[in-house]
Structure formats: C-alpha cells, structure tokens
C-alpha cells in the first residue's frame, strides 16, 4: 500500500478520527494470512494458518524447501479446547519428524497424520482420529510423541462428570489408537467436587498438570504440577520421573518450585540435568537441577542437586504461562540456549551458555517473540512482531539476526503509514488511587500521509489494555492499530500495574488490587498525555477485551478521566464471574481482588455494575453469545443498567462468538462499530462506508 501524497500542501484537511484512509475495517481482518504457533519437525517447520476466506478455522501447514503443504484434514480446525483458552493443540515427532498430532475442534479428537518427503516432494498420508468421539467433552493437549515406544505423553482434560470441576491428568496413548480407554493415566489429576469449598473433601492429586518433556534418552519425564488458588505465575512445582520400557513412571519426586516460586518450561540439558525457569529471584531466570544417573533397573539411587541459577540477571527471560506450550526458550544442539529477554518491556532474542552463563544478545528487528523453537545448529523459529509490518512465523539466523519468513513475506504497508512506538512512562497518580509507582506503555500517534486536521486541534486517544491481566502488550504493529492512527486517534498501549516483563514485583504490584492499581495506571497515563499537550483531554476514550474489558468499565465508573470506552468481553460483576467461569481461572481473583467468598464485599466494590450511579460516560459493550469465560449476561446487564440510568450506550452481540472474535466477519464488524460509536459521541462522521451502530439515549 502506497501513498503519492509527499507535499504537506497536498493533504486533506479534516478532523481527527475523519481522517480518510484506505485501511477498510474488512482489510484489516482480511488483508492476509496470519500465522502462528510453530512447531518443528526435523528441519521442517510447520505452522498454523488462520485464512481469510476460513471463517477463522486454523489449517495445519508443513513448510519444506520453500514450499508449504496443508497437512490437516480439509475443512479442520485446528484448535483443542483444554483450558478453554487452548494451547498444545499440534506435536511432531517421529524419526525424520514426519509423525503429527493435531486436535480437530470440532469434536476434540486427536488425529494422527504421516508426511514423507521424497524425489516426488511431499506426499500427505490420511489423517485417522486415534482418540475415541466423548462429545467434546475430554480434551487433549501438550503431546510429546515418542516414536520409540510408539506413545505419546500428553494431557487430558476430563469434563466428563458434572459433580467434580475438569479433571486434568498426564496420560500415554497409543499413536495407532483407538484409545478407548482415553489413555493410561500417569499422574492423576485431583477431582474436586464443584462446590471446590476445602470441607468438600477433594481426592489426593494435582488441580493442574503442564509441560511435560522427555529425557533425549526417554528414561526420564518432567513435568510442572500446582494446585487451586496459584495460577501457573505464582506457585508450581516442577516433578520428575523414571519412565520404563512400557511407558510407566516411578520415583516422582519435586526437584524445584513451590507455593510462592514459579517454575515454568523444563527441558533436559543432558539425560541427568534439567533447565528451567524460576522467579525465586524476582525475575524469570534460568536455573538448572543435576540428577543422580539412572541404574540398570532404572532408579536413581542418589538425591537430585539443589537448583543452580545459569545467569542471574534482573531482567525477565521468560513470561507467565496462560497456555500449554508456550516457548519462550530452546536447547540448540550445540547445548546452547536461545531464548527471549526483556528488557523493561522490550524483548529481545539471545544466546545463553549454561557452561559459562554469558549471554549474547541476538542483532535482530523483532520486537515481540512467541513460541521459540530450535532449528537445526544456527537457526530458530518463532511468530515475530515487529513496528513496521505485520507479526508473521519466521526463521532466525542466530549469527546476524536476520529473519526470514516461512510462507513469504506478508506485504509490508508503505512507511508513510506506519505510526512508530514511543516509550512512554509516568507516575500512578495517588489522586486516582495510584501508588506512585512508574508506570509504562507505548504511544503510537496519528499518522496519515494524505491528511491534516485542523491547526491548533489536538488528536482524540484511544487507551488500549490488554487482557489477562497478568499479560503484555509488545512494541508491535498491527493492522487493526493503523486502522485507529490513520484516521487521526492517538493510540495509548498500556502497561499497567500486573503486566509481565518488569519482574515479579510490578506484576504483583495488582495481587489484591484489580480494579484499583491498574485503573490509576491508565487514568494517570491518559491525564500525563493531557497534561503534555499531546491529546485533546476532551476526548480521551478507553477500550478493552476481557480483563482488559473489565478495566476500561472499571476506569469509566470510578475514574473522571475517559469520555467514552469501548468493552470487548469483559467483566461487570467480579462476584459472578468468581461463581461461574472455568477451573483455569476459577480461583485466580482470590490473588487479584480477595478470597472468594469471604471477600463478597471487595468483589461488590469493585465492580462497576453495582455503581452505575457513578458511571457518567458513554459506553458499547461488544460480546459473543457463547463465551464461556465471562458469560455474555455480564454485557446485557451492564447495558441494561446504563440504558435505563439514560447514559449514551450500544451493545452489539456477535452470534456463536465464544471469548474473542474469530469470525473475520465479525472482527470487521466490531472495529466499524466502536468507529461509528466514537463518531457519535465525539461529534464526526468516520471516512468512508462505514455502518452505523445504534447508541441508545444519544442527546
């Protein structure tokens, strides 16, 4: 996409957020492929596509000598329900990797699919389900296929029975199948009756189970393993075990971790020594644990070593785990490291040496890195974000950093559109519930090449938040971000108090404080713009999905410092989202508001649909009818009550949508509605054919 218009004189002249621009919301969601979630095989790297024409369905890839080959079944999506969040849906394994297992959505069976590569290319063998059709109801995650015993380890998720919250289990299945026995059970996962109060008298066992990994000899499995009301971040254990010839485990033990360390993604330096990550330090750094060798019979008559920290660093290499197999680290075969590090919200790709503990930073223009993996001696792959064109799966070569994409290049848009990141910090003010800590984010401002507004008028901002909200938003371009700063928005990325890439303390300066710390932080950040002239503060507007979502409703009804707010997904009443969301997060506002339910009044106090009498701000409220993490009720609700308290507000509801949008359509559909809703309420009418949404009780 290119611009001709270079002389100033030339440009429009046109209100900020009428800006015309040839970012089209449907362009936007459809402008290409995005890909995600490498997985390496041999030296093939395979990937997954999420196609514009594909109503979101995710195709399973291979990419060889510069080609790329759809490997899952036509029609397929490729995508496991385990946690509900999903994660770990794809595993290669095999002697010249040509061996996956994939998850088809829409039953939650795992498939089996062989490629082989030879003179005539690639040739595809016919995926076979080889787990049993429960309904959906017992998903599967985090493979490790082991060709030699003909099994793969993995994780179970049991929603079988009613009566006891999903049971998440290690298990071994057979690659052949049918497994209908679902599996031989390895680590039983605990079953806690739903009620999940501690008189309830729940079976011995682990509430969560992640990461499992096998020795390069196969004599020895790792896995991490915590229990309700820890999230992954907060405490873990890290297990191991001998593993037999027929694929049992004996002498477990812990070697690391604990109720306030975590540790997260075990590998094996050698088949005796396992590397991880622990924050014991306050930071997400590497530590290793020598084990005794194994006898002849298989058990290790010797204690393991305490852990040894690698390279202890006050900066993070590593980020909270919401999914299974996420990588943010691998082995190369030279017994090196490559992995990410952030630097105050800046990552960076490097090499560690456990030998020596250096680390050599990588030259690389990546901003953002997902899913690491090793490819071959010199080489790495991972999904990249970057400031001047779309995230995409690429190839690292570890000597210079350059990068390489696997399924060519996405189209770069012209410069003159791009809006590059600002570091921006500021104080969280104490008049707005702040703790005078420094808080962060990137400012993307309006950039058009083609228009002007007005001398003398400043640009509305729009306050983005992402969710979780132990999460982080990358120094990044996206397209649905220049679809705001080419019209004429400023674009305040936040990140807040309980982000990652800071340490463990400014995470947990939000443990007890949802609803406070992080609504001071992006209160204080959008008043810091104001107040330095960059923004008009007269029409600041805050927007946000799920956690995110709950925040931007959270800043509108107890903060004066937003004109409007855009929710996606998220959360009005604290207290019923804690009676009824799913296991993975069933506990995870006791650390963040109070324990549930002995804090009932905390939960009351914060949430914004208790205290619509201090909402005084025009709303829409975006969410999909089958949402199982915050169910779709929370947004009627909260419609309802500021439609009745007479206050502009839309709710617009996306048919079959669970949490987030899939459905480019719909995607397209909610960025047009929050522009046409802005235009509304700040008085403009949006560039092009843009629909109108219906606002409720507008002057």
Same mark, same amino acid.
């Given at each position: 996409?290119?611009?001709?218009?270079?002389?100033?004189?030339?440009?429009?002249?046109?209100?900020?957020?009428?800006?015309?621009?040839?970012?089209?919301?449907?362009?936007?969601?459809?402008?290409?492929?995005?890909?995600?979630?490498?997985?390496?095989?041999?030296?093939?790297?395979?990937?997954?596509?999420?196609?514009?024409?594909?109503?979101?369905?995710?195709?399973?890839?291979?990419? #060889?000598?510069?080609?790329?080959?759809?490997?899952?079944?036509?029609?397929?999506?490729?995508?496991?329900?385990?946690?509900?969040?999903?994660?770990?849906?794809?595993?290669?394994?095999?002697?010249?990797?040509?061996?996956?297992?994939?998850?088809?959505? $829409?039953?939650?069976?795992?498939?089996?699919?062989?490629?082989?590569?030879?003179?005539?290319?690639?040739?595809?063998?016919?995926?076979?389900?080889?787990?049993?059709?429960?309904?959906?109801?017992?998903?599967?995650?985090?493979?490790?296929?082991?060709?030699?015993?003909?099994?793969?380890?993995?994780?179970?998720?049991?929603?079988?029975?009613?009566?006891?919250?999903?049971?998440?289990?290690?298990?071994?299945?057979?690659?052949?199948?049918?497994?209908?026995?679902?599996?031989?059970?390895?680590?039983?996962?605990?079953?806690?009756?739903?009620?999940?109060?501690? &008189?309830?008298?729940?079976?011995?066992?682990?509430?969560?189970?992640?990461?499992?990994?096998?020795?390069?000899?196969?004599?020895?499995?790792?896995?991490?393993?915590?229990?309700?009301?820890?999230?992954?971040? +907060?405490?873990?254990?890290?297990?191991?075990?001998?593993?037999?010839?027929?694929?049992?485990?004996?002498?477990?033990?812990?070697?690391?971790?604990?109720?306030?360390?975590?540790?997260?993604?075990?590998?094996?330096?050698?088949?005796?020594?396992?590397?991880?990550?622990?924050?014991?330090?306050?930071?997400?750094?590497?530590?290793?644990?020598?084990?005794?060798?194994?006898?002849?019979?298989?058990?290790?008559?010797?204690?393991?070593?305490?852990?040894?920290?690698?390279?202890?660093? #006050?900066?993070?290499?590593?980020?909270?785990?919401?999914?299974?197999?996420?990588?943010?680290?691998?082995?190369?075969?030279?017994?090196?490291?490559?992995?990410?590090?952030?630097?105050?919200?800046?990552?960076?790709?490097?090499?560690?040496?456990?030998?020596?503990?250096?680390?050599?930073?990588?030259?690389?223009?990546?901003?953002?890195?997902?899913?690491?993996?090793?490819?071959?001696?010199?080489?790495?792959?991972?999904?990249?974000?970057?400031?001047?064109?779309?995230?995409?799966?690429?190839? !690292?070569?570890?000597?210079?950093?350059?990068?390489?994409?696997?399924?060519?290049?996405?189209?770069?848009?012209?410069?003159?559109?791009?809006?590059?990141?600002?570091?921006?910090?500021?104080?969280?003010?104490?008049?707005?519930?702040?703790?005078?800590?420094?808080?962060?984010?990137?400012?993307?401002?309006?950039?058009?090449?083609?228009?002007?507004?007005?001398?003398?008028?400043?640009?509305?901002? +729009?306050?983005?938040?992402?969710?979780?909200?132990?999460?982080?938003?990358?120094?990044?371009?996206?397209?649905?971000?220049?679809?705001?700063?080419?019209?004429?928005?400023?674009?305040?990325?936040?990140?807040?108090?309980?982000?990652?890439?800071?340490?463990?303390?400014?995470?947990?300066?939000?443990?007890?404080?949802?609803?406070?710390?992080?609504?001071?932080?992006?209160?204080?950040?959008?008043?810091?713009?104001?107040?330095?002239?960059?923004?008009?503060?007269?029409?600041?507007? +805050?927007?946000?999905?799920?956690?995110?979502?709950?925040?931007?409703?959270?800043?509108?009804?107890?903060?004066?410092?937003?004109?409007?707010?855009?929710?996606?997904?998220?959360?009005?009443?604290?207290?019923?989202?804690?009676?009824?969301?799913?296991?993975? &997060?069933?506990?995870?506002?006791?650390?963040?508001?109070?324990?549930?339910?002995?804090?009932?009044?905390?939960?009351?106090?914060?949430?914004?649909?208790?205290?619509?009498?201090?909402?005084?701000?025009?709303? !829409?409220?975006?969410?999909?009818?089958?949402?199982?993490?915050?169910?779709?009720?929370?947004?009627?609700?909260?419609?309802?009550?500021?439609?009745?308290?007479?206050?502009?507000?839309?709710?617009?509801?996306?048919?079959?949508?669970?949490?987030?949008?899939?459905?480019?359509?719909?995607?397209?559909?909610?960025?047009?509605?929050?522009? $046409?809703?802005?235009?509304?309420?700040?008085?403009?009418?949006?560039?092009?054919?843009?629909?109108?949404?219906?606002?409720?009780?507008?002057?």
């Amino acid at each position: 996409m290119s611009s001709d218009a270079t002389d100033p004189t030339d440009r429009t002249t046109a209100t900020h957020g009428a800006w015309p621009s040839p970012f089209s919301a449907r362009d936007t969601v459809t402008a290409g492929t995005v890909r995600t979630t490498p997985v390496v095989g041999g030296r093939s790297v395979w990937w997954l596509e999420a196609r514009p024409t594909d109503a979101g369905r995710l195709t399973l890839v291979r990419g #060889e000598a510069g080609e790329a080959v759809d490997v899952s079944a036509a029609g397929c999506n490729v995508r496991t329900a385990f946690h509900e969040y999903g994660g770990g849906a794809v595993a290669v394994g095999g002697p010249d990797g040509g061996l996956a297992l994939y998850v088809d959505f $829409s039953d939650q069976r795992v498939h089996r699919v062989d490629v082989v590569s030879g003179e005539q290319g690639v040739e595809v063998g016919q995926p076979r389900p080889v787990t049993p059709d429960t309904g959906g109801q017992v998903r599967w995650s985090c493979f490790r296929v082991d060709a030699a015993r003909g099994v793969a380890f993995c994780l179970r998720e049991d929603q079988r029975d009613p009566s006891v919250e999903p049971v998440t289990s290690l298990v071994r299945i057979d690659l052949d199948g049918p497994n209908e026995d679902l599996g031989v059970v390895l680590v039983a996962g605990k079953r806690r009756p739903v009620d999940r109060g501690p &008189e309830a008298g729940a079976e011995e066992g682990p509430d969560f189970v992640l990461d499992p990994t096998l020795s390069p000899d196969g004599r020895r499995i790792a896995w991490l393993q915590w229990d309700h009301p820890n999230m992954a971040w +907060i405490g873990t254990w890290l297990w191991v075990a001998s593993v037999d010839e027929a694929g049992d485990l004996h002498d477990a033990r812990v070697v690391a971790g604990g109720v306030s360390e975590s540790v997260e993604q075990p590998r094996w330096l050698s088949d005796d020594r396992v590397v991880f990550l622990s924050d014991r330090s306050g930071w997400s750094n590497f530590s290793a644990v020598q084990l005794a060798p194994l006898d002849a019979a298989g058990t290790a008559p010797a204690a393991s070593s305490e852990p040894v920290v690698l390279a202890p660093e #006050e900066r993070d290499f590593g980020q909270p785990r919401w999914t299974p197999d996420q990588s943010s680290y691998d082995l190369l075969p030279d017994g090196r490291i490559v992995t990410t590090r952030f630097t105050d919200g800046f990552c960076s790709v490097c090499l560690l040496d456990p030998a020596t503990g250096e680390v050599t930073e990588v030259p690389t223009d990546v901003t953002g890195v997902f899913d690491l993996r090793a490819v071959g001696e010199h080489h790495a792959t991972c999904r990249a974000t970057f400031t001047d064109r779309p995230s995409d799966v690429v190839t !690292i070569d570890l000597r210079d950093g350059t990068t390489r994409s696997v399924s060519g290049q996405p189209e770069a848009p012209d410069p003159a559109w791009v809006s590059t990141p600002e570091a921006v910090s500021w104080t969280s003010l104490t008049e707005l519930g702040g703790d005078g800590a420094t808080a962060h984010g990137f400012l993307y401002p309006p950039t058009n090449p083609d228009a002007a507004a007005p001398d003398g008028e400043l640009p509305p901002l +729009i306050v983005t938040l992402h969710g979780g909200p132990t999460a982080a938003a990358p120094a990044a371009y996206t397209r649905a971000r220049t679809f705001w700063t080419s019209r004429g928005f400023a674009v305040l990325d936040v990140n807040y108090a309980g982000s990652t890439g800071y340490g463990r303390a400014y995470r947990e300066r939000l443990d007890g404080q949802w609803g406070v710390a992080e609504v001071a932080d992006v209160a204080s950040g959008a008043r810091h713009l104001a107040d330095q002239g960059r923004v008009d503060p007269a029409k600041v507007a +805050i927007t946000g999905g799920s956690a995110g979502g709950y925040t931007t409703l959270a800043a509108l009804t107890f903060t004066d410092a937003f004109a409007a707010g855009a929710s996606h997904f998220g959360i009005s009443d604290l207290a019923a989202l804690a009676r009824d969301t799913h296991k993975l &997060e069933s506990r995870y506002l006791d650390g963040l508001v109070a324990p549930w339910p002995s804090g009932e009044d905390v939960y009351t106090a914060r949430s914004p649909i208790h205290h619509v009498d201090r909402l005084a701000t025009p709303l !829409i409220l975006l969410q999909g009818t089958e949402d199982k993490v915050v169910p779709p009720d929370q947004a009627e609700l909260m419609f309802e009550a500021v439609r009745v308290k007479g206050l502009p507000v839309a709710l617009v509801m996306f048919d079959g949508e669970g949490h987030g949008f899939r459905d480019p359509a719909n995607q397209a559909r909610a960025l047009e509605s929050e522009l $046409s809703f802005y235009g509304q309420v700040f008085g403009f009418t949006p560039a092009g054919d843009v629909p109108v949404v219906e606002v409720e009780n507008l002057p």
